[in-house]
């Protein structure tokens, strides 16, 4: 990778346009942990987000952030309020065939999770970016285009929420606009882009009642997997797998709470408690990643470059490991001319991906098995199972993963 003087070059485009040292494009956590980051060490930035402030603050998405990311965001000065706020969890437990099985991951390797739903953490971060540090950022944006990503002058048009078109100049464009955004259209032909389809449904929900359990449940069942995260005092999220395409109305209360009931239970544990359903939406699970995450001017964080599957609740944590290693880059090349943290970003990044990947197609096997209809595949899910439970050391290597505290970077 070739880069030029870290000094701020010529404008792009008529004498007057403006030009910042990084534009980021999407408003998520991604593209606002790294915003944060660099308005922290004085470097200008425009943030371009396509929805409105209050549609961000309160989209429910993601709700799980591993240890070793609450700790990078605590040394940013970007955790106050999730630490008041956030629950700390210790322990998942497996239902299957009846019976509860409990991982004690605290106790096998000193680490928690942190339960904070995703549009809590992204309130906190568009409040510290724009109202505290002051950052510029522009919702309500329309017709984002990239140009020039692979010449020393790249910059940004697009349509303000004014309604005016506007053109910004930038040393960087940072994409972490997510899978469908703009900045994955314009990658070059030779980008690759690797793609697995898990083969199943799951219909996302979430009721307005409290966790019926002091942790993550996964129910493991002959009629197809069933998922308990809690996510507030008030509310919790639920998965049940469910056919590829299927139709959500094919999903009344009645039949919803049936099957959790159904594939969530176990003895010795109370039944689950039920309330109102405020979200309900089929997901159909599949992964992909872009290789390399950079292409000249332009570096691709969070989903925009690799899309994870709520399987192992992974995706978010991987949105802020690549905000973290991009805003670092980006601050030792803009202020000290080091060009190796962005010649470096793409691989440092995706070794962690492809951990994480590797990760939740093994766990999708074991939810997904004993409803394959496939004995092999099930007496196979049945070991996996027996393994973690029989052997300290299974358990120990499971709870790394779950907890994303492995030497992946």
Not at 114 to 135: C, F, I, K
Not at 136 to 159: C, N, Q, W
Not at 297 to 322: Q, S, V
Request: with cysteine; glycine share 10%; hydrophobic share 40%.
């Amino acid at each position: 990778m070739t880069l030029d003087s870290p000094h701020l070059s010529a404008p792009s485009g008529s004498p007057g346009t403006p030009r910042l040292p990084v534009v980021i494009i999407g408003a998520g956590p991604a593209g606002l942990t790294l915003g944060n980051i660099l308005r922290a060490a004085s470097i200008d930035c425009l943030v371009l987000e396509t929805e409105t402030r209050a549609f961000i603050e309160q989209r429910p998405r993601a709700g799980v952030i591993e240890e070793w990311a609450v700790r990078g965001l605590d040394e940013r000065g970007l955790a106050g309020p999730l630490l008041a706020r956030a629950e700390r969890h210790s322990a998942c437990e497996f239902r299957f065939a009846g019976r509860p099985h409990r991982i004690p991951y605290h106790e096998l390797t000193g680490r928690h999770h942190w339960v904070y739903p995703q549009q809590l953490l992204v309130t906190d971060l568009v409040r510290e970016y724009a109202d505290v540090r002051g950052g510029a950022i522009e919702f309500e944006v329309r017709d984002v285009r990239l140009h020039g990503m692979d010449s020393g002058k790249p910059a940004v048009s697009y349509t303000a929420g004014d309604g005016r078109r506007r053109l910004v100049g930038a040393d960087f464009v940072a994409g972490c606009d997510g899978a469908r955004g703009v900045t994955r259209t314009v990658l070059p032909d030779w980008a690759k882009t690797s793609r697995h389809d898990y083969g199943v449904g799951w219909l996302a929900l979430l009721a307005e009642a409290p966790a019926s359990a002091d942790c993550v449940l996964f129910g493991v069942h002959p009629r197809g997997f069933a998922g308990h995260m809690p996510r507030s005092p008030e509310v919790t999220r639920y998965y049940l797998q469910c056919p590829p395409g299927d139709d959500p109305e094919n999903w009344p209360q009645d039949r919803v709470w049936a099957e959790l009931q159904e594939r969530l239970a176990a003895t010795g544990r109370p039944p689950l408690t039920e309330g109102p359903l405020i979200e309900k939406r089929v997901l159909d699970l599949h992964n992909h990643v872009v290789e390399p995450m950079a292409f000249g001017r332009l570096f691709l964080a969070g989903d925009a470059a690799h899309l994870t599957a709520p399987i192992a609740a992974k995706g978010m944590n991987l949105a802020l490991h690549d905000a973290f290693l991009l805003a670092d880059a980006l601050i030792a090349y803009l202020t000290e001319g080091d060009i190796a943290g962005l010649s470096g970003y793409s691989d440092a990044c995706l070794r962690r991906v492809w951990d994480y990947q590797e990760f939740s197609q093994w766990l999708s096997d074991v939810y997904h098995g004993a409803s394959s209809g496939d004995p092999y595949r099930a007496g196979t899910t049945l070991a996996r199972l027996r393994r973690l439970f029989d052997s300290p050391t299974a358990a120990g290597a499971f709870a790394e993963q779950y907890l994303g505290e492995t030497p992946a970077g």
